[in-house]
């Protein structure tokens, strides 16, 4: 009898072109999604804080519903940003934090009841109402140019993108960067704005290549193929939280010690251009993108810069998703 022929497995790892797109849908959606929560829980907290503001007890919003309903919504919030990067590239999700800045403005002027006075009115108004135009402008340019690479985050390709010379170049540089500007800032106390935001955002460079190593894999054991037992995945888990950390306690530090709606803006700009180069050099998400996009992602992410300046310009209320871990 005639011998069947043997049936070799797919092995590769990318996605159909149609799935790609709708990953980058469901990402996209869950990036907005997350900034928009994060920025409502955080007005509900400081209504919460300003209410019980005359009390005499100084921890008296622990008891209330209002705070911890804010917390719930915070938890729910970076979930949702969490979860965006197992799906799109850190790419398309890092500048999606501009879309924080028109909901927190939104939640200012209404929620929380927050007026200027009339001779500013149109000048921060007519602020307000162009950046809302850069934000869907940009945001609609960098996340339909932006791109479009997608591949399995299993454990081996995660060790075989870890020991590529670009990563351990890029690393070594990032390592060398950090440690100089840790220096200055400890020994020599220079703590101006510049060097304590560039150390948040190459902390941050290392969270959004872990946070979407660690969520990819998640994605995947759900899906049926275990990912949780290969040690790379522990070694991501461990430097998730340690980089989420010590980003955090940075980004405290440079708010006391300058201007919050300064610190958001320029943390908003260094943390996005780190993430995308990260993203770039680690998961090597435009190896496969033409100019034209990437000049046009470069031109949707502009505008989301312009608006942050516009805020801090006009002195929009800050954003609660600007100082979120996962952007």
Not at 27 to 36: D, E, K, P, R
Not at 77 to 92: L, Q
């Amino acid at each position: 009898y005639e011998k069947a022929p043997l049936k070799v497995k797919n092995m590769d790892t990318q996605p159909e072109q149609g799935d790609s797109y709708t990953d980058n849908l469901i990402g996209t959606l869950l990036a907005i999604f997350g900034s928009v929560i994060v920025s409502i829980s955080l007005s509900i907290q400081k209504y919460s804080h300003v209410t019980l503001a005359g009390t005499k007890e100084q921890r008296t919003f622990y008891n209330t519903k209002t705070w911890w309903s804010g917390f719930v919504f915070i938890c729910i919030g970076e979930g949702a940003n969490f979860v965006s990067y197992a799906f799109a590239p850190i790419a398309v999700v890092a500048p999606l934090n501009a879309v924080s800045v028109l909901t927190s403005s939104i939640l200012g002027f209404l929620f929380l009841r927050e007026k200027s006075k009339a001779k500013d009115f149109a000048k921060n108004h007519g602020l307000a109402f162009l950046g809302y135009i850069f934000i869907i402008g940009g945001t609609y340019l960098f996340v339909s140019f932006g791109p479009n690479s997608h591949e399995k985050l299993q454990a081996e390709n995660i060790v075989k993108h870890l020991i590529g010379w670009p990563v351990l170049l890029y690393m070594l540089l990032e390592i060398i960067a950090f440690c100089l500007l840790l220096y200055f800032y400890k020994q020599h106390n220079a703590n101006y704005l510049v060097v304590v935001l560039l150390l948040v955002a190459l902390l941050g460079s290392v969270t959004v290549i872990t946070v979407k190593a660690v969520s990819g894999m998640l994605l995947l054991t759900l899906e049926g193929s275990m990912q949780l037992d290969y040690p790379i995945f522990s070694v991501m888990f461990v430097c998730m939280v340690a980089s989420v950390i010590f980003q955090a306690r940075f980004l405290s530090q440079a708010c006391n010690l300058h201007d919050p709606s300064l610190a958001a803006c320029v943390n908003y700009i260094f943390s996005t251009i780190f993430a995308v180069v990260a993203g770039a050099v680690f998961y090597l998400e435009f190896q496969k993108e033409d100019v034209l996009h990437i000049c046009m992602f470069l031109l949707g992410s502009v505008a989301a810069f312009s608006i942050h300046t516009l805020k801090t310009c006009s002195r929009l209320p800050v954003a609660a998703a600007d100082f979120s871990v996962f952007h």
